[in-house]
Structures are given as structure tokens and as C-alpha cells.
């Protein structure tokens, strides 16, 4: 069944959510929905998906806490900042941040690009992959070296262990 459906889950997960998006589960739903995922997973044989080898679990249950708490606590600081403001003298400031990485793995730098989106306050904007440096954009500002390292011990060390 893999020569003609290469990825069956994938297919399956597809038509699925192809029903519940049409709200129908008429034949002509259901026929639609497999020629659409039965094309999506062929334009997924076409791409040739690099296979993603995962170690060290407990690196990723590390993982995993620590971005569920800075979610959190980036939640927190980014609505106090919205609700309560800051005084007068002290500005907020927005900008830019340039970050090195060590990281070469694509499913690994995927991941860091989904944990920094995630994080309320913090925007992944491009990656140069010929200097291996990451543009972040922060709604409030701290010192530049603050952020390198905070992206580099937090995430980037255990995404490392974990896809490297």
C-alpha cells in the first residue's frame, strides 16, 4: 500500500480534516478530500523530507518544561506591558536582535523557529543560513547579549542534544 499511498497517516489525518473543515460527511466530501490528501502526500514524496533522527528524551521533556514556563511568564510580562504601560521615564523599546547559532539540524532549527513564534513578545523574522545567524524581533528590548544567551542556553543547547 506505500508504493501507491506513501504516507497512509498522513492521508488519513488529511481526509479527516478535510471533513471537518467542509462540515460534511457526504461521498462527494469524502472523494474530494482523498484526491486532495492522496495530492498532498504525493507533493510530500516530491519534496523528500530529510528523515529526523530524536535523542535523548529526557532532553526533550527538559524542553518542553522550560518552554511551557516562558510561555507563561512571557504571557504574563507582555500583557502587563500592554495593560499597565511603563512610566514615562523608563520607554519601552522594540528592536532587533542578531543571534548566532550553532544549530545546523532544519527539523531542529524548525522547532527553535516554533518555540521563539510561540513565546509572546519574540518573532523569528529570517534566517541566513550562509552565516548561520538568526533575526529576532523583541517587543521589549534588553541588552543584545542577553538575548543571544537566553536562545542559546534555554533552547538551542537542548535542541542541539536532541536533533544532533
Request: with cysteine.
Amino acid at each position: 500500500m506505500t508504493r501507491l499511498l506513501p504516507y497512509p497517516l498522513l492521508w488519513l489525518a488529511l481526509v479527516v480534516m478535510w471533513l471537518l473543515l467542509v462540515g460534511s460527511v457526504a461521498p462527494r466530501s469524502i472523494l474530494m478530500g482523498s484526491l486532495a490528501a492522496f495530492g498532498a502526500c504525493w507533493a510530500l514524496v516530491a519534496l523528500r523530507p530529510p528523515q529526523a533522527r530524536l535523542r535523548r528524551p529526557r532532553a526533550m521533556a527538559q524542553l518542553a518544561w522550560v518552554v511551557l514556563v516562558e510561555i507563561v511568564r512571557s504571557n504574563n510580562a507582555v500583557a502587563r506591558i500592554v495593560l499597565r504601560g511603563r512610566p514615562r521615564e523608563v520607554p519601552r523599546q522594540s528592536g532587533f536582535v542578531l543571534v548566532p547559532l550553532d544549530l545546523r539540524d532544519p527539523y531542529g532549527l524548525a522547532v527553535l523557529g516554533c518555540i521563539i513564534t510561540a513565546t509572546p513578545g519574540t518573532v523569528w523574522v529570517e534566517y541566513d543560513s550562509a552565516r548561520s545567524t538568526m533575526l529576532l524581533h523583541v517587543l521589549d528590548l534588553i541588552p543584545d547579549d542577553d538575548w543571544v544567551h537566553i536562545i542559546k542556553d534555554r533552547y538551542e543547547s537542548r535542541l542541539r542534544e536532541i536533533f544532533e
